[in-house]
């Protein structure tokens, strides 16, 4: 049996539909896994849609091991002038990992854990965490993600899941899925925006402007998938990280621009429509 680590802020909908997505997938016996512990850096009490999240978790079963963030946080900065972790964030990693349950597990999941790992955790844990974009691709929240694939005039984007680092976003590739974004809707919606500036469109359509909407939808419906693929992969062997934190296939051969699931997310994608 696979062992997974899951780490969650639990902040709303979307961190409740990726612990229900994985398990959902274990309970059906279409993954040979187990998430071995949940962790929440929130308590009980400190928000309503984490307390969702929170029964979530002891409704399936699952161990579950609440820290507090804000309360060990105290008002105090996270890093110095320079942006490193400071002493006392370096400490709440240490009493993060004092209080998880052994044994460690193969793969943890970052499924909406809104902190920057420092590098005692980052060593001591293999941890993925999903990006909307493609390896190569843009950086930031997948709102930047896009608006910079519209601001390039990009005819493809994706989906990755990258290893956990302290670098915010930097870390190497795992897996990943990529789409196009040319063709119907997407050469349509393009038109109507040629010409405009950016901020322009920004400013009077936002996230509502149709060009926008239509990639992050496209994107939106892989995550999950990508997510669950990516478990599927480690679980069988077909990807691993070694000691020394390399992505490598079952050969055992580095895969540096990430391993390619795009064909296993279409046919997932394929199955849930029909």
Not at 96 to 121: D, F, H, N, Q, T
Request: aromatic fraction near 8%; glycine fraction near 8%; charge should be negative.
């Amino acid at each position: 049996m696979y062992r997974l680590g899951w780490f969650s802020t639990a902040r709303g909908k979307g961190s409740q539909g990726l612990l229900r997505a994985v398990q959902e997938s274990i309970l059906a016996g279409e993954l040979d896994a187990e998430i071995s512990f949940v962790f929440c850096s929130r308590e009980p009490g400190e928000a309503a849609e984490t307390d969702v999240f929170l029964k979530m978790v002891t409704d399936y079963h699952i161990p579950l091991v609440c820290f507090s963030y804000r309360k060990f946080k105290a008002g105090r900065p996270d890093t110095d002038e320079r942006g490193n972790l400071v002493s006392w964030r370096l400490e709440y990693d240490r009493q993060i990992m004092e209080r998880l349950p052994p044994p460690k597990p193969a793969i943890s999941v970052l499924a909406g854990y809104m902190l920057v790992m420092g590098p005692e955790m980052c060593r001591e844990y293999d941890m993925i965490n999903l990006h909307p974009a493609a390896p190569g691709g843009p950086v930031g929240t997948w709102q930047e993600v896009i608006w910079q694939l519209i601001a390039g005039e990009a005819r493809e984007t994706g989906v990755m899941m990258h290893l956990v680092i302290p670098e915010l976003d930097k870390g190497p590739p795992v897996t990943y899925c990529t789409f196009p974004i040319t063709g119907e809707p997407f050469d349509r919606y393009r038109e109507e925006i040629r010409g405009q500036p950016l901020e322009v469109i920004r400013k009077s359509q936002g996230e509502n402007n149709r060009l926008f909407r239509a990639i992050r939808e496209h994107g939106y419906i892989r995550e999950l998938p990508l997510v669950v693929a990516t478990i599927r992969a480690f679980s069988q062997g077909r990807v691993s990280i070694t000691a020394d934190k390399k992505v490598v296939d079952a050969a055992g051969r580095p895969v540096p621009a990430g391993y390619d699931l795009s064909t296993e997310i279409d046919r997932m994608l394929e199955q849930r429509s029909g």
